[in-house]
């Protein structure tokens, strides 16, 4: 029975040698799908990377783009301010030479019909020959001192600008 014994027990070393080698052959084997498993995965991360890297260059490139857009668009819209803001300067020049002048009419017509004795009548003005102009614009009466404005045109200058309400 010692040789059957031995026996068996050559055979089992074979089969634990066997069984090692196939063993040691299975972990190879794992060993290399995971390295396989591994590479794919670093190249599906690194392919991820690069679209992600892509589409960070896109999105600048697009911001960039707007941003000068809306650049330019400031630039007209100042531009449009500050054309608006002459021209209102220049209406506050004429509404202030406007004013000027409605005071001095109404100092005018205020001074006339407190002195009724110096016979200006409304209808004296519908007769034209009985006036002369002067050489500012407003008409003498040859009988007696009635001075009337004409419209002159208003000129506002830069100076004008400088005037701030």
């Known amino acids: 029975m010692a040789s059957?014994?031995?026996?068996?027990?050559?055979?089992?070393?074979?089969?634990?040698?066997?069984?090692?080698?196939?063993?040691?052959?299975?972990?190879?084997?794992?060993?290399?799908?995971?390295?396989?498993?591994n590479?794919?995965?670093?190249?599906?991360?690194?392919?991820?990377?690069?679209?992600?890297?892509?589409?960070?260059?896109?999105q600048v490139a697009h911001l960039?783009?707007?941003n000068s857009q809306i650049i330019t668009s400031m630039s007209i819209t100042t531009q449009h301010y500050l054309n608006v803001e002459a021209e209102n300067s220049i209406l506050?020049?004429?509404?202030?030479e406007l004013s000027h002048r409605l005071q001095?009419?109404?100092?005018?017509?205020?001074?006339?019909?407190?002195?009724?004795?110096?016979?200006?009548?409304?209808?004296d003005m519908q007769q034209p020959y009985l006036y002369e102009t002067l050489d500012d614009g407003f008409f003498m009466n040859n009988s007696c001192w009635n001075f009337v404005c004409v419209n002159k045109p208003i000129m506002a200058t830069a100076a004008a600008d400088m005037l701030q309400y």
Do not use: W
């Open 39 to 58: 590479r794919e995965s670093a190249r599906r991360s690194r392919m991820r990377k690069q679209k992600h890297l892509d589409d960070l260059v896109f």
């Open 92 to 96: 506050r020049a004429q509404m202030a």
């Open 64 to 66: 960039r783009k707007e």
């Open 104 to 123: 001095s009419l109404n100092e005018i017509m205020s001074f006339l019909n407190g002195n009724n004795n110096l016979g200006f009548e409304i209808e």
């Open 4 to 37: 059957s014994s031995g026996t068996c027990s050559g055979s089992s070393m074979m089969q634990n040698s066997g069984s090692e080698g196939d063993l040691q052959q299975l972990m190879d084997q794992r060993k290399r799908k995971r390295m396989i498993s």
